[in-house]
Nanobody, 115 residues
Framework: QVQLVESGGGLVQPGGSLRLSCAAS????????MGWYRQAPGKQRELVAS???????NYATSVKGRFTISRNTVKKTVYLQMNSLKPEDTAVYYC?????????WGQGTQVTVSS
């Protein structure tokens, strides 16, 4: 069973930064892609950013230029660097690992952007 453990969430002021981490229990090359999703209260879960095993990245329009997804294959960890945070970025952020035939999710980490 694949385990994904997120960390790095918290409370930050508008304009601030946070870095989320997602540590996998197995090699991240075993996944077609890994990504970060978020879900705000009363809204559907949405893709924020993803990175394929080949290193191709994809971002939601709302975070382009502010968020960066990266990975450390030795540490089996995927990161989401979030800069210029806005109140509308407030949500629970989930790490996802896609094996095509199966999807795995972390437990989620709360990000709150507020003054």
């Amino acid at each position: 069973q694949v385990q994904l453990v997120e960390s790095g969430g918290g409370l930050v002021q508008p304009g601030g930064s946070l870095r989320l981490s997602c540590a996998a229990s197995t090699s991240i090359f075993s996944f077609y892609a890994m990504g970060w999703y978020r879900q705000a209260p009363g809204k559907q879960r949405e893709l924020v950013a993803s990175i394929t095993s080949g290193g191709i990245t994809n971002y939601a329009t709302s975070v382009k230029g502010r968020f960066t997804i990266s990975r450390n294959t030795v540490k089996k960890t995927v990161y989401l660097q979030m800069n210029s945070l806005k109140p509308e970025d407030t949500a629970v952020y989930y790490c996802n690992a896609d094996r095509r035939v199966a999807n795995f999710w972390g437990q989620g980490t709360q990000v709150t952007v507020s003054s």
